[in-house]
């Protein structure tokens, strides 16, 4: 296939997944037990409330006009009204979602900060100490429990120097800066785990191909070799595996929100399972899902445009 | 002629396990903790559940070595029954996702056409989802519990099984032996089963020990943020989450279970990676 004709046909490839999508959520709900349009609306079940329920999700209707009704409501953006706070989904997601974002995407930069030095440095020594160091600092970081690793970052820099913020989310863009710096970090060193590992892979066998083995041959000293030649090239597999553990990351985010009290859409996850907000809940796992999808596009698509190499 | 003289390759399993010396600690940590685990009644030094307000908060010592919590419980006996709930949770949300995943994985890969494609699909689907997201809202539909997170483990978790398991298929079906089989007119169940299945699941085993530990660390997380194992039952996630209020003045709280869960962790990478090793799978 070519390569203009793949960055327009590979959206297409993923409808079908978020239409999947779109059922499994509307199976979810429809699985709790009891009333749905009773427990949809909670203590606030009054007659007429029901009643309207009924009507907007069809609920008298058979489950597939009722799907129907659901996929309607959602191509116009409803998701339903929060229990709990009394506004559509939608836009309470929406209110939530920039300490969410700000924080998966400081993980990331901050991981890769991480992940290519230490795997730079296993690399280089191949089979030496170093290499075998940064193993075991590997294999056994990546049972830190992420929700434990920042307790403890917050025992090391919060308590002990006094250096950062204990928890919660600031006004001002310094203080969120400053009040995202743990958790982006405690994130950062569970998904640098991974990368790690996979990137020291990548870097060994770029410094036994070929290109490397034709820039030695021209005179090119090692490191130049390293860092010119082999770190780039390792970098278009490490952008998979960065999407490959999105998901990973955006569960990891949901929990540390809920360590370090952020504001942020994970946080609004827990409370909803807590309160029973089961619209909420629905509606966050769909967006969640739908931005794994839209993540794993991109990288597909970056992977093709950086590396001339992919066959399609 | 005896096995052990044709050399290395046929060398008896133990003569391979004992050059194998990562395999061996890590099964060594694995073992203790079962041991741990049985022995919780006699190595526990304090009931892990019974209350004590005369010593509440204290600072490590001999008479606590891990000391204790804002109860007054005794954190290292917590630690120790700790083992029994936090291995339950790294085997039991493992073995339903290898089962059913195996299942539908060997049907896909040997039946292949409308079958393959539905399931493959539904693994698709599943796969968009952030795995904890799912985990949790399925949770949030059946309500906190231990039993609810088995349940969406069994639900989310079998994905990864029937990709692995139906790769292998796919690859052996057409093997000479498997060809062989179906020329001596033996039923699909005991070709899909006694002959496919026992060479295509080595991969899986080995993927089973990296599994765990993403289990484990998603039952404590999930207990952590309780909506797993409930109080007062001693569970390292959960007992993390006690201490955190305390963190600034009684550190052991937190520190003792975390801990727990990484050595447990450790375990299960260190054999897993030398089993692959040993079995030359490539992960």
């Known amino acids: 296939m070519h390569r203009y004709k793949f960055v327009l046909y590979r959206p297409i490839q993923f409808l079908p997944v978020l239409f999947g999508i779109s059922v499994v959520t509307f199976v979810l709900v429809r699985f709790i037990p009891g009333d749905p349009a009773r427990v949809l609306l909670g203590a606030r079940a009054t007659p007429t409330a029901i009643a309207n329920i009924r009507r907007q999700y069809g609920l008298d209707e058979p489950m597939w006009l009722q799907y129907f009704y659901f996929l309607k409501n959602l191509l116009n953006g409803e998701m339903g009204k929060s229990i709990l706070y009394k506004i559509d989904v939608l836009k309470l997601i929406l209110t939530r979602i920039e300490p969410t974002l700000v924080l998966v995407l400081a993980s990331v930069v901050l991981s890769v900060l991480i992940a290519v030095p230490m795997a730079a440095l296993a690399a280089r020594n191949h089979g030496r100490f170093a290499d075998h160091a940064v193993r075991v600092i590997s294999t056994a970081g990546i049972g830190f429990p992420p929700f434990w690793l920042g307790l403890m970052l917050i025992i090391l820099f919060s308590v002990n120097l ?31 785990t991974v990368l790690t590992r996979s990137l020291r892979a990548a870097m060994v066998e770029g410094l036994r191909s070929d290109v490397a083995t034709a820039a030695r041959a021209r005179g090119m000293p090692e490191r130049v070799v390293f860092w010119r030649h082999v770190v780039p090239n390792s970098m278009v597999p490490t952008i998979n595996l960065l999407a490959v553990n999105i998901g990973w990351l955006i569960g990891g985010t949901v929990v540390i929100e809920s360590v370090f009290a952020i ?16 619209m909420v809940v629905q509606g966050v796992a769909m967006v969640l899902a739908c931005a794994t999808v839209l993540i794993n596009l991109i990288a597909d698509i970056v992977t093709v445009a950086a590396d001339p190499r992919v066959k399609l | 002629m005896s096995a052990r003289t044709i050399g290395g390759k046929w060398m008896g399993w133990q003569g391979r396990l004992g050059r194998q010396p990562a395999l061996m600690f890590g099964a060594t940590i694995l073992i203790a903790f079962v041991l741990i685990a049985l022995l919780a009644p006699y190595v526990s030094p304090y009931d892990p559940i019974l209350q004590n307000a005369e010593v509440r908060l204290q600072a490590p010592s001999w008479a606590h070595p891990f000391g204790t919590d804002n109860f007054g419980r005794d954190v290292l006996s917590r630690v120790i029954w700790g083992v029994r709930i936090d291995l339950q949770i790294a085997i039991l949300g493992v073995i339903f996702p290898f089962i059913i995943g195996t299942l ?26 952030p795995f904890l997201v799912l985990v949790l809202s399925i949770i949030a539909i059946l309500g906190p519990g231990l039993g609810s997170f088995y349940i969406a483990m069994a639900l989310v978790g079998w994905v990864s099984y029937a990709r692995l ?30 002959h496919l299945l026992p060479n295509a699941i080595a991969g899986s085993v080995v993927f089973s020990m990296s599994d765990a530990v993403l289990v484990l660390l998603n039952g404590a997380a999930i207990s952590y943020l309780g909506l797993g194992v409930q109080p007062p039952i001693a569970e390292w996630g959960i007992m993390v989450a006690e201490g955190q209020p305390f963190i600034t003045t009684a550190w052991w709280i937190t520190l003792f279970p975390g801990l727990s869960i990484v050595m447990l962790a450790f375990g299960f990478s260190m054999f897993g990676d030398a089993l692959g090793d040993a079995l030359g799978v490539k992960e």
């Open chain 2, 165 to 194: 398991i139906r790769a292998q298929v796919l690859v052996l079906k057409s093997s000479d032996y498997a060809v062989a089989a179906v020329s001596l007119g033996f039923s699909r169940t005991r070709i899909m089963f006694r």
């Open chain 1, 162 to 192: 006094g250096l950062l913020p204990v928890s919660g989310y600031g006004e001002t863009l310094g203080a969120k800066v400053a009040h995202l710096v743990l958790p982006s970090l405690t994130i950062a060193l569970s998904l640098s």
């Open chain 2, 104 to 129: 539908v994985g060997t049907v896909a890969g040997f039946f292949g056409g409308i079958v393959d494609t539905l399931f493959m699909r539904l693994v698709d689907i599943i796969l968009a989802f």
């Open chain 1, 263 to 278: 504001p942020g859409i994970g946080q609004l996850l827990v409370r909803a399972i807590f309160s029973r907000d089961y």
